[in-house]
């Protein structure tokens, strides 16, 4: 069955430019959304359609897309950017299913 | 401002129900294709189940077909999730979401399956 594939850890120093990706065959016919998820809240949209950003979320918070894999890119991370980071895309059957990559958890060392 | 709100989660006994639901504001549920997502303690997101605008067309994750009944009330701007043969499995958060180019999410809503 079809998935979306995320590392499952990314650490980076404050300051620096944390990159997770997701990859998954399917994801050039797709948008791809991401979503931060810090300990006992609900998630929050980051980006969307690959590369909008949401009003209020911060500009150091960028997608890209290339081929079959989406990067969410945060420059200059900063303490607050611990969490939790899924991405989220349609299924590969044509229907209207959302498939979830396994989350990615950012360390902010 | 746009506004999903969960209700309705608690402790169930395994094999019994419960019904969820989602109260919408700031803007017209009519419009918007609507999911629930689930996520159990410690785990990651699961799709659970996705309803059109008229209702018309109903989709199911596999772990949860036959059991879970998605359904909405657009007059009332509601969304709903009958939970029926609940299994220890079946305990997570609970989130409604709205289809949209940007998605927007609830809160959530806990349900726990206990023996």
């Known amino acids: 069955s079809y998935e979306l594939t995320q590392p499952p850890s990314v650490s980076v120093s404050p300051g620096q430019t944390a990159r997770i990706t997701c990859s998954g065959d399917e994801l050039p016919k797709h948008y791809a959304n991401w979503y931060q998820q810090k300990p006992g809240q609900a998630p929050v949209l980051v980006i969307y359609e690959d590369s909008e950003r949401p009003s209020g979320i911060p500009e150091r918070f960028s997608g890209s897309s290339s081929g079959a894999t989406v990067t969410l890119t945060i420059s200059g991370v900063q303490a607050e950017d611990e969490a939790d980071y899924y991405c989220q895309s349609a299924d590969s059957t044509g229907t209207p299913y959302w498939l979830f990559g396994g989350g990615t958890k950012l360390t902010v060392l | 401002d746009v506004q999903l709100v969960e209700s309705g989660g608690g402790l169930v006994q395994r094999g019994g129900s419960l019904r969820l639901s989602c109260a919408a504001s700031?803007?017209?549920?009519?419009?918007?294709?609507m999911n629930w997502v689930r996520q159990a303690p410690g785990k990651g997101l699961e799709w659970v189940s996705y309803?059109?605008?008229?209702?018309?067309?109903?989709y199911y994750a596999d772990s949860v077909k036959g059991r879970f009944t998605i359904s909405r009330d657009n007059a009332k701007n509601s969304l709903y999730l009958q939970m029926d043969s609940l299994r220890d499995g079946d305990t997570a958060v609970y989130y409604c979401?709205?289809?949209?180019?940007?998605?927007?999410w609830g809160q959530g809503t806990l349900v726990t399956v206990s023996s």
């Open positions: 700031g803007f017209s549920l009519s419009s918007h294709n």
């Open positions: 309803i059109s605008t008229s209702s018309k067309t109903i």
């Open positions: 979401a709205r289809e949209a180019h940007a998605p927007h």
